[in-house]
């Protein structure tokens, strides 16, 4: 039983089952999914969960990203209501007043929105990517396609292996670890930051437990990439955590995320979410390429006066 705001419980895996039944009919928004929420701030030790008028309130919080850090709501019931009451707690205590990262099924909810503002959290958008944007290849974006015939073409006379580790094991868990390390020592990973690496080895770690899989591309008997992902029970989506690779290698990223496409769809998926591209031009480029078909959509909440 999470306690309600302005107090908090933290959230833990023991609490996965009341949280799940608690967003169950939402949108499959990935920053409230559970495994997100324990495994993006858990790993801070910040994650904390209240509930209000049996909307759940969570505080969000991502070093240098503190101007959208902050308290979100998320639930479809007396949402003014509910909106007024934290905004005049964080007014009372001296603290920004506004509700951040708030999903767009909540704003939908607001009975009388002339008293509030909303702004777009462009930033934070997840991107959703329909699984045959990659797959089968022949429908692959023009600027894609060419490159993925490129890597079969270098790398016909290699043997290509794809497979999932099994996690429990902890030789497999450390060969995912020590990959980043070496495609770091090569510079191919040189904005993985502090934050991402602590997510990354939480989400090896309690991949297992989250029900998070994985899919590995081995050339020659070598792991060169993988993608970590979940597929969304009750609908056919599923969520990207990390996509990593060699990037030395020509190509490669193409024709894993089409492979990668391909293994989803088998299991089921039909969108993918890839999660958003925090306001970086560079992930913000290299994410419409892929051609999103949607998002899902976040906004910042004030008060109107």
């Given at each position: 039983?999470?306690?309600?705001?302005?107090?908090?419980?933290?959230?833990?895996?023991?609490?996965?089952?009341?949280?799940?039944?608690?967003?169950?009919?939402?949108?499959p928004?990935?920053?409230?999914?559970f495994?997100?929420?324990?495994?993006?701030?858990?790993?801070l030790?910040?994650?904390?969960?209240?509930?209000l008028?049996?909307?759940?309130?969570?505080?969000?919080?991502?070093?240098?990203?503190?101007s959208?850090?902050?308290?979100?709501?998320?639930?479809?019931?007396?949402i003014?209501?509910?909106?007024?009451?934290?905004l005049?707690?964080?007014?009372?205590?001296?603290?920004?007043?506004?509700?951040?990262?708030?999903?767009?099924?909540v704003?939908e909810?607001?009975?009388?929105?002339?008293?509030?503002?909303?702004?777009?959290?462009?930033?934070?958008?997840?991107?959703?990517?329909?699984?045959?944007?990659?797959?089968?290849?022949?429908?692959?974006?023009?600027?894609?396609?060419?490159?993925?015939?490129?890597?079969?073409?270098?790398?016909?006379?290699?043997?290509l292996?794809?497979?999932?580790?099994?996690?429990?094991?902890?030789?497999?868990?450390?060969?995912?670890?020590?990959?980043?390390e070496?495609w770091?020592?090569k510079?191919?990973?040189?904005?993985?930051?502090?934050?991402?690496?602590?997510?990354?080895?939480?989400?090896?770690?309690?991949?297992?437990?989250?029900?998070?899989g994985?899919?590995?591309?081995?050339?020659?008997?070598s792991?060169?990439?993988?993608?970590?992902?979940?597929?969304?029970?009750?609908?056919e989506?599923?969520?990207?955590?990390?996509?990593?690779?060699?990037?030395?290698?020509?190509?490669?990223?193409?024709?894993?995320?089409?492979?990668?496409?391909?293994?989803?769809?088998?299991?089921?998926?039909?969108?993918?979410?890839?999660?958003?591209?925090?306001?970086?031009?560079?992930?913000r480029?290299?994410?419409?390429?892929?051609?999103?078909?949607?998002?899902?959509?976040?906004?910042?909440?004030?008060?109107?006066?």
């Amino acid at each position: 039983m999470f306690k309600t705001f302005p107090e908090f419980s933290r959230l833990t895996l023991s609490d996965r089952e009341e949280y799940e039944e608690r967003i169950r009919g939402y949108p499959p928004v990935s920053d409230i999914a559970f495994s997100t929420l324990f495994l993006a701030w858990s790993s801070l030790k910040a994650v904390k969960i209240a509930v209000l008028y049996d909307n759940l309130i969570i505080p969000y919080w991502m070093p240098g990203y503190e101007s959208h850090s902050g308290f979100s709501i998320v639930g479809t019931n007396k949402i003014d209501e509910s909106l007024c009451t934290v905004l005049d707690y964080l007014k009372e205590r001296g603290e920004p007043v506004q509700l951040v990262n708030v999903p767009e099924f909540v704003i939908e909810q607001v009975r009388y929105p002339e008293l509030f503002k909303f702004t777009a959290e462009r930033g934070l958008d997840e991107y959703l990517i329909p699984a045959s944007r990659l797959y089968p290849l022949e429908s692959a974006p023009p600027l894609i396609r060419p490159r993925i015939r490129k890597f079969i073409r270098r790398n016909q006379t290699k043997t290509l292996e794809f497979r999932k580790l099994d996690l429990k094991i902890a030789a497999n868990r450390r060969l995912l670890l020590r990959k980043i390390e070496a495609w770091r020592r090569k510079g191919t990973l040189s904005d993985l930051g502090s934050f991402e690496e602590e997510v990354l080895r939480s989400t090896v770690a309690n991949a297992e437990d989250l029900g998070i899989g994985n899919f590995c591309l081995f050339i020659d008997g070598s792991l060169q990439g993988y993608c970590m992902y979940r597929l969304i029970p009750g609908c056919e989506y599923a969520d990207i955590f990390h996509f990593k690779f060699d990037a030395h290698v020509p190509y490669l990223f193409e024709f894993l995320a089409h492979k990668t496409m391909e293994h989803l769809v088998e299991n089921g998926a039909e969108t993918i979410n890839i999660q958003a591209d925090l306001g970086l031009m560079r992930v913000r480029i290299h994410k419409l390429l892929l051609g999103p078909s949607n998002f899902f959509r976040k906004y910042k909440i004030r008060t109107a006066m």
